[in-house]
């Protein structure tokens, strides 16, 4: 109990609470001895008062400092107590997400309700090969302490997982059994494990069924041992079960429902093949529809009945044994509809008109009289004879639910028996590791037998881990050396005696069931009286007579009696049984025949082990009561963990709803009290809880000590200090390596270390506060100083200033005002002035007026005057001319009466007849004399006519022409009125113009100040433009670069699962023959060369199969090697296919970019054209009006002179002198037109490209205001016609022309971008199906295997043939035009060559006659060649591979001389063309060094043949003769290229080989690095007071302290330089070089990122400071050596950002964001994950809110990024190897002596 003394002010304690079971409260007084009360203040600001009892003064327990809040570890708490165990629990689960939690020895695994991303095989990898205390709580670190103590220890394991129904039990047993199949190292063997896992479905089908508290409770337990070899491989498994609930295939209480099976048998009725079963609906049934809830909602039985049986087939149950036992459970179903009805009192029989009964001897092939007999009867023996005797319906019933049962148990412990086979292995284990999955305490409102069995097998396994806490207690106190005192604690021995000892609970029960008329009852009336008082574990309720209560270690049970004697006797009638023996089917028999064998019991265990000498008969054998063998079994399970190191797992169901995330703290206590984890914690209280090694002491609690207390003995300093703090010497106690504190130590030397914290940041706070308030007085003082000097300063300038303007005032007032009279005066001198003008014009205007007026009047009176003289005039006029009119008329008259009386009168005719005679004689005479002169005039007109004639035919000429003439004239005056029209026009647009012409003039001086504006936007412009042009074509690139190392990645992963595959083929090869070699087979060594290295691929290989391996055939075998290196060369094609389509799409992408930089270029030129080509067309127009206006004018002016006079219009007629001049004007005209029309062709011809060209020079020349810009010819020849307008819109149209073409050419270029994609989606698609027909092949067996890879090869090798058909003829006529080029050079070069042939002879003569002068000669001419006898060459490979050390090797010698000696060995078979020669010397070369690197496979010796594949292959290639590589050669390298051979195939061997290499390089380089990795970066303190210890529980940790055998970041670059310096001095290529840097940085960042993910104690602040020194360290060595490029820095980018992260601050949203944007390389998990395991190593520091982590998945959900949590190490970035051409000569490389190879000889 903690003292008094803690209880202060602001103390934290916890008090009980009916909802919340404890609440936390503070203390708002001290507590004083003899205090009533506790004044308190909940956490809600309630203030109340603890009621103390005054008898026994306990004090509420005290609450845990913050900082311990949330631990690993239940016992690093201070206070050990039922409520810091509940909120600790609750604070991981709900705040953290933590659902594991160590308490000592017990893992305690909280169901989460949810999936969580913490099971992978990263995981796994994580937690393999580490301390359980240095990683956070786990599934998987419990089982890697198993396996670890297992091989270790060489003892056997055992896993013990218990809870209650729903808590997640099979889930952990799952996953433990996974991690071991995992970790165990035989990827072979794995398929034990999936069977296991196989298993799983089937247990679940037929153990497992719906609860009111689970949906998926398994109704029995099981223990499972996995069987393991030497070399700690699994091997094979074994199962065990136990206490199967049979009573639930017949009964099933409400909202439950039977064993998920026949559920699964109902939902497949509708089926075919279940025809015969004849099954129908869930209702039909009373064994399913009891529970009144067939359904379990997201559960499709009919699809987990395809898993059951998918499950039945991996496990090797045929389909015909599958069908048999749906069979056998279709005929339970049906017997449980069996009615029987009573027939008397004490009789029955069976109703058979359903014909379920029928249905059940179908199915069952029995007689169904017998049957239907013995349902209603039972043989009774006597000793002289046997009866027959009925039995009531109501034993009928129950003998028909016993015989379910009993048939279901068979089959149950048939398919247990048939699983165990599966999982069976021919050798024994040599260990075992068990994982028991077993019910946890139970109890409901109703228990009964099951219950009381399951509360019994607790009560032995409470006990057992009683025991083994207690002996790990007393070990860890001998080992310390400290006093061992003995605690006390609850022993539960007497309530296990209660149960199983003799009359116990169970002998009577047995007893009672052996009795003729024992019942329930009279059972109860026997434990009262036997147990009632007189053991204090049993009591009597009240109210019952029928009931007991157990005190069990956890609660207090009340069980009912009604039914135990039922449930535990064995009440199947024998005569059934004998009936379903008698049965035909053979399934059926096969259930009951263990029956008629000794065996062990089988319901309960049956695959158990049988003691030795325990036989008994097995006709009696089910005659033993359920209890028995129920004991029996459990004391076989105890003997076999007390034989094992146990591991316990303690599964907690947080809620009844199954909420995620949820706990209900009193289901919570009550499962914690059940389990036995606050019994552990009570244990540890009672002792030393707390352990702290002395270091770790003295690094946290440094700052108690004083400097005298420093010494050199740390034990000694620790001893001092608390002898100093802690005066009860009780409370602690020192031991070897750690001190011992009792509960609340702890908590008072945190409060200590608090304290002196605390008065040490007063001590600095109030320094720091002084010398901020000393240098704020002085910063005021010097301010106010300068301030009072700056303000004198500014008043006397103000006082100067003000002086100043008073005298200016004045001045300024002086004119002013002398101003303003001056003003006055004018005003009012203009204003008389205009007043005086004004009335001097108004009176000259009135005077003006006056005079129009007057003179108006008398032009009136003159106008008025003379019209009435007028009047008068005409009046008289006209009445003087009517009197005429009428007296002329009169006289008129009166002379036409006098002329009327004449004409009658005949004298009047003779007078006229006198005059007529005369009349006619004259005009005879005048008539014939006219006759005359006609004549004469007809002779004349004839004359005249014949002259006339040709006088007309001039005329008509004449004529003609005028008529012409005058058509033209008239044509011409319509085109000059045209013209004078147009003139017009013109005349207005020009009126037009010149208004345009100033307003473009007052504009142009605003373009042209924009015009430089301009200049800067189009630059702007176009370098945004080649930025946006830039970004796709890097999206593009980054995609398809993205693309080709994630084709490489996987083409490199093939080859690695390759080596791995070949490697497990060579050894089981070795395996094979060394079996062979035991049986006395002596076998020859196969031919094992490097095409059959390279393309062997060997699946999973069981022991069968590599017996099986002496019959396989070599032929097939060869076969399949040869097809599968066609495939590995058809990948390694459309790889190179590949990589040239994207090399063609980066040039075609580039070429498109600079195509539209061009485009736009020339676009942007074109329109300034256009806009100075405007500007003259302007001035054109103006110079061309002016010129149109002369000519118009003259032509006016002629008109105008042509129609003055009748002279000057005769002059006008055709041939005048203005005729002539009009014409000319008219032809010039014409003739200009015809000009202006040509030019405008021209214009349009030649503007565009004209321009376009002179437009680019300027561009260049940068004068975009230059005259050259303007084309070549005169524009201001143009003429107005509209052809100027027409070649304008003509220049539009072409831009618009040209714009359309851009867009189609952009358009065709991304078509062809798309077609590309398309291409290399195409061949990566064809790539993929390559790799999946290769993963699928893998998957076949080996004769599966070879058929189909045959099949594939030869439909892939008839397309090719079709391709190789149309190439070859090509190549035919390409062969036919080099032949005629080849006798061509031969006839050319035939007699140089015969000279060659003459000189070089006598040398050779020379040579063969005097050796020693010939050496220098040879020398000289050496062609790089090396020669050897065909009978040293295993000895070549012998001494220049296999035995070869690469350290002298590569000090002494020039780097790579072994490639280079190997590949002058090839040349010279090449030179004598011996394919023999070359193929062995490649393939012995490959095998050789993959022999020497299996062997030998240290770092020194992969990075030496690493440097030396890597150089044959460059060799290669250099002399391959190829223009691509020989371009980089001397003209002597190129004469020694290789001539006869092409090697091409040999390249991608090689190419494979060195990627193996360098995977195994960088795997050897992993396993060295790995291990101090963590150490190093973690846990090494390297900035010395910035790192803090937390308190530590029971389990063991990795302390983060400083150790003399803890690795140092300084080892670690150590062994970086090592690695740097050593694949240098090999030779490797500088870039090679880089990768495996990059690669090494990003497993440091992998292991140190994934330790901090799984970690709780590193993610603090401290220790995010000392992740970023020790990466700063990291990136000064990457540039110590110049590796700045290689992408190291970059691979360390999530490390960084995660010590970021751990620094940075995290409360606002500001924060959050800046995270978000911060922590770019994390993923959300991590960012999650790491805020989450955040823990304050100090009380200063603050945890993360839960609402920050919340606003950091809401900003992060948008993200898409993998779901994986940890960093993959295994991964391994995509390596290529550039070419890398050799300076060395061939010819100077000398061989040493040292190497013994005097066998070569130089050519």
Avoid at 1643 to 1661: E, G, H, Y
Wanted: charged share 30%; hydrophobic share 35%; net charge neutral.
């Amino acid at each position: 109990m903690p003292a008094p003394e803690l209880y202060t002010k602001f103390a934290r304690v916890w008090i009980p609470d009916t909802t919340e079971v404890w609440r936390s409260a503070d203390l708002t007084a001290d507590y004083r001895p003899g205090d009533a009360f506790l004044h308190l203040e909940l956490e809600d600001g309630t203030e109340t008062e603890y009621k103390l009892d005054p008898k026994n003064t306990i004090l509420p327990p005290l609450r845990n400092p913050d900082i311990l809040v949330g631990e690993n570890d239940l016992t690093a708490l201070s206070y050990l107590h039922e409520p810091a165990v509940l909120h600790n629990l609750r604070v991981r689960f709900t705040d953290s997400k933590l659902i594991y939690t160590y308490c000592g020895i017990i893992l305690v695994a909280i169901n989460p309700y949810e999936s969580l991303p913490i099971y992978g095989t990263d995981i796994i990898n994580a937690y393999s090969g580490q301390n359980m205390g240095d990683m956070d709580p786990h599934i998987f670190a419990v089982g890697e302490e198993a396996f670890k103590q297992m091989a270790r220890d060489e003892k056997n394991q055992s896993i013990i997982v218990s809870g209650e129904s729903g808590a997640g039990k099979t889930v952990s047993a799952k996953y433990a059994m996974r991690y071991f199949a995992t970790v165990s190292g035989s990827s072979a063997e794995t398929s034990v494990e999936e069977k296991v896992l196989a298993s799983s479905p089937i247990m679940e089908a037929i153990g497992n069924a719906k609860t009111t508290r689970n949906d998926n409770s398994s109704r029995f337990g099981k223990y499972i041992e996995i069987g393991f070899d030497k070399k700690h491989q699994i091997i094979g498994a074994n199962m065990r079960t136990y206490l199967l609930e049979k009573s639930r295939v017949v009964f099933q209480a409400s909202e439950e429902r039977n064993y998920h099976i026949f559920y699964q048998l109902c939902a497949c009725a509708h089926l075919p093949e279940f025809a015969p079963l004849k099954l129908g609906s869930t209702e039909d049934f009373p064994y399913t529809n009891q529970g009144s809830s067939p359904v379990i909602e997201g559960v499709d039985d009919l699809k987990e009945m395809q898993a059951t049986r998918k499950a039945f087939s991996l496990l090797g149950i045929t389909e015909t044994y599958q069908m048999g036992l749906f069979q056998i459970l279709s005929a339970v179903l049906h017997l449980g509809n069996v009615e029987i009805k009573e027939r008397g009192s004490s009789s029955c029989a069976v109703s058979d008109e359903s014909g379920h009964l029928a249905v059940f001897c179908e199915l069952t092939d029995i007689s169904y009289e017998s049957m239907a007999h013995w349902l209603c009867h039972k043989k009774l023996k006597t000793a002289t004879e046997t009866l027959n005797k009925p039995v009531t319906r109501t034993e009928a019933v129950n003998g028909r639910d016993a015989l379910a049962k009993h048939i279901y148990a068979k089959l149950f412990s048939w398919i247990v028996g048939e699983i165990n086979k599966a999982l069976s292995t021919s050798s024994k284990p040599h260990s075992f590791i068990g994982v028991l999955d077993i019910y946890g305490f139970e109890t409901f409102e109703v228990n009964s037998f099951e219950q009381f069995c399951i509360n019994y097998a607790n009560e032995k396994l409470q006990q057992q881990f009683n025991m083994h806490v207690f002996k790990l207690e007393q070990e860890e106190y001998m080992k310390e050396q400290i006093p061992w005192t003995l605690i006390d604690f609850y022993d539960n021995q007497p309530c296990i005696n209660l149960i199983e000892a003799k009359m116990g609970l169970l002998d009577l029960l047995d007893e009672e069931c052996t009795m003729p008329k024992g019942s329930d009852e009279s059972w109860a009336q026997k434990l009262y009286n036997t147990h009632l008082k007189k053991s204090s574990h049993f009591e009597k309720p009240r109210m019952s007579n029928t009931a007991f209560i157990i005190q069990h270690f956890a609660d207090k049970v009340e069980y009912q009696c009604d039914g135990f004697l039922e449930k535990n006797k064995y009440t199947v009638n024998e005569e059934q049984i004998n009936v379903l023996k008698d049965s035909k089917f053979t399934l059926l028999v096969e259930l009951f025949q263990d029956e008629e064998t000794p065996a062990t019991p089988k319901t309960a265990a049956p695959s158990g082990r049988a003691k030795v000498g325990r036989t008994i008969q097995s006709v009696r054998e089910h005659k033993k009561s359920v209890g028995l063998q129920f004991r029996n079994s459990l004391h076989l399970l105890m003997e076999t963990l007390n034989s094992t190191t146990p591991h316990y797992v303690r599964c907690i169901k947080p809620n009844d709803i199954k909420a995620p995330f949820m706990m209900d703290p009193h289901r919570a206590v009550q499962q914690l009290r059940a389990c036995g984890v606050l019994e552990t914690i009570r244990i540890s209280a009672a002792g030393f809880p707390s352990r702290w090694t002395y270091q770790e002491f003295f690094s946290r609690y440094r700052v108690l000590m004083k400097q005298k207390d420093i010494l050199s003995d740390r034990k000694l300093i620790c001893q001092n200090v608390l002898e100093r703090l802690v005066h009860d010497k009780d409370k602690y106690q020192f031991g070897k390596t750690k001190i011992f504190f009792r509960a609340g130590q702890v908590a008072y030397l945190e409060k200590l270390r608090a304290d002196k914290l605390r008065k040490a940041c007063i001590d600095i706070q109030k320094t720091i506060r002084c010398c901020i308030a000393r240098k704020k007085y002085l910063r005021i003082r010097q301010a106010t100083i300068t301030i009072q000097r700056y303000v004198r300063g500014h008043q006397a300038r103000c006082l100067c200033e003000t002086m100043r303007r008073t005298r200016a005032a004045v001045i300024f007032q002086k004119n002013t005002r002398m101003w303003a009279a001056r003003r006055q005066f004018r005003r009012q001198k203009a204003s008389a002035i205009l007043i005086q003008r004004l009335l001097r014009g108004y009176a000259a205007r009135l005077e003006y007026k006056q005079l129009v007026y007057e003179h108006k009047a008398r032009l009136i009176q003159r106008w008025v005057r003379g019209f009435m003289a007028r009047w008068r005039y005409r009046r008289i006029k006209r009445a003087v001319l009517y009197l005429q009119c009428c007296v002329r008329r009169m006289q008129a008259r009166r002379e036409l009466k006098k002329l009327k009386i004449e004409a009658r009168s005949v004298e009047h005719f003779k007078k006229l007849n006198v005059g007529m005679e005369n009349k006619i004689m004259q005009l005879q005479w005048k008539l014939n004399e006219q006759h005359k002169e006609n004549r004469e005039l007809s002779e004349r007109i004839s004359a005249m006519e014949s002259h006339n004639v040709t006088e007309m035919e001039k005329v008509q000429v004449q004529l003609r022409i005028l008529q012409e003439a005058e058509e033209e004239a008239r044509h011409r005056g319509d085109k000059v009125s045209s013209l004078e029209e147009e003139l017009e026009l013109v005349r207005q647009e020009l009126e037009k113009n010149k208004a345009m012409v100033a307003e473009l003039n007052e504009r142009n001086a605003v373009l042209m100040s924009e015009k430089d504006e301009m200049k800067k936007l189009i630059q702007d412009q176009e370098q945004q433009l080649t930025e946006k042009l830039d970004l796709p074509h890097q999206d593009v690139t980054e995609q398809l670069q993205s693309e080709l190392n994630e084709e490489r990645f996987r083409y490199q992963n093939l080859l690695t699962e390759h080596l791995k595959l070949e490697e497990r083929y060579a050894d089981l090869r070795s395996e094979k023959d060394a079996d062979l070699s035991k049986l006395g087979h002596n076998r020859a060594e196969s031919g094992y060369n490097s095409s059959q290295s390279e393309s062997i691929h060997i699946s999973d290989l069981t022991g069968s199969e590599v017996s099986s391996l002496d019959k396989e055939d070599a032929q097939q075998t060869a076969a399949d090697l040869s097809l599968l290196l066609k495939l590995q060369r058809r990948i390694a094609e459309l790889e190179k296919e590949k990589m040239d389509l994207q090399n063609e799409m980066d040039s075609k992408e580039e070429q498109l970019q600079q195509e539209r930089t061009k485009e736009l270029e020339e676009c942007q030129r074109l329109l300034g054209a256009e806009r100075d080509y405007e500007a003259l067309k302007r001035q054109e127009l103006e110079s061309d009006n002016k010129k149109l206006k002369k000519d118009l004018q003259e032509l006016h002016q002629s008109l105008g002179k042509g129609a003055g006079s009748k002279a000057r219009s005769k002059a006008a007629s055709p041939g005048g002198q203005t005729y002539n001049v009009l014409l000319e004007q008219l032809n010039s005209t014409n003739e200009e037109l015809e000009v202006r029309k040509e030019e405008v062709l021209i214009l349009r011809s030649q503007l565009v490209s004209h321009e376009g060209f002179k437009h680019k020079e300027t561009a260049v020349e940068g004068d975009s205001g230059d005259s050259s810009r303007s084309p070549t010819f005169d524009l201001h020849e143009l003429n107005e016609d509209g052809e100027l307008w027409m070649a304008y819109e003509s220049l539009k149209e072409t831009n618009r022309l040209l714009e359309s073409q851009l867009q189609t050419q952009g358009q065709t270029h991304e078509k062809e971008v798309e077609s590309l994609r398309a291409e290399l989606q195409r061949l990566r698609a064809e790539l993929d199906q390559e790799h999946k027909m290769l993963s699928d092949s893998l998957e076949l067996p080996q004769d599966a295997r070879i058929q189909a890879s045959l099949q594939h090869e030869i439909s892939r090798l008839t397309q090719q043939n079709m391709e190789l058909l149309e190439q070859m003829g090509k190549q035919d006529k390409m062969v036919r035009k080099l032949k005629k080029y080849l006798k061509i050079y031969t006839k050319k070069f035939g007699d140089s060559e015969g000279v060659h042939i003459d000189q070089t002879s006598p040398e050779s003569r020379v040579a063969e006659s005097g050796r020693t002068v010939s050496i220098v000669r040879k020398e000289r001419d050496f062609r790089g060649m090396l020669e050897y006898r065909r009978e040293d060459e295993s000895k070549l490979f012998k001494i220049l591979i296999t035995e070869l050390k690469p350290r002298g090797v590569a000090v002494n010698l020039i780097p790579c001389l072994p490639a280079y000696i190997l590949f002058m060995c090839l040349r010279h078979a090449d030179y004598t063309n011996d394919d023999q020669r070359v193929s062995t010397l490649l393939n012995s070369s490959i095998n050789s060094i993959k022999n020497v690197l299996k062997k030998r496979g240290e770092f020194e010796t992969i990075s030496f043949w690493l440097a030396n594949t890597c150089r044959l292959l460059h060799c290669l290639k250099q002399y391959s003769g190829e223009e691509a590589y020989t371009k980089h050669n001397t003209p002597r390298q190129n004469e020694q290229c290789l001539t006869n051979f092409d090697l091409s195939e040999y390249l991608q061997v090689l190419s494979d080989l060195v990627i193996q290499i360098y995977q195994q390089l960088i795997k050897v380089t992993e396993n060295i690095l790995q291990p101090t990795i963590a150490p190093a970066m973690l846990e090494q303190e390297t900035i010395q007071g910035v790192m803090g210890v937390k308190p530590t529980g029971m389990r063991k940790r990795t302390s983060s302290v400083h150790e003399e055998t803890s690795h140092t970041l300084e080892s670690v670059l150590k062994q970086l330089d090592v690695f740097y310096y050593t694949l240098l001095q090999h030779g490797n290529d500088s870039e090679l070089v880089r990768r495996v840097i990059k690669q090494l940085f990003y497993i440091i960042c992998c292991v140190t990122l994934n330790n901090l993910l799984l970690r709780k104690d590193m993610c603090s602040w401290s220790k995010g400071l000392q992740i970023r020194y020790n990466v700063c360290q990291l990136e000064e060595w990457a540039m110590d050596k110049d590796l700045q490029g290689s992408g190291a820095r970059e691979s360390l980018e999530p490390l960084i950002q995660a010590a970021q992260l751990l620094q940075i601050k995290k409360k606002s949203q500001d924060d959050a964001e800046a995270i978000c944007t911060m922590c770019t390389a994390l993923t959300t998990q991590q960012i999650v994950k790491i805020l989450s395991l955040y823990t304050p190593v100090n009380e200063f520091e603050e945890r993360v809110t839960i609402s920050f982590i919340k606003s950091i998945q809401i900003l992060l959900k948008d993200r898409k990024e993998s779901s994986q949590l940890l960093m993959d190490p295994k991964i391994v970035f995509p390596v290529t190897f550039p070419f890398n051409p050799s300076p060395v000569a061939l010819e100077t490389i000398q061989i040493p002596s040292s190497l013994n190879l005097n066998f070569l000889i130089r050519v």
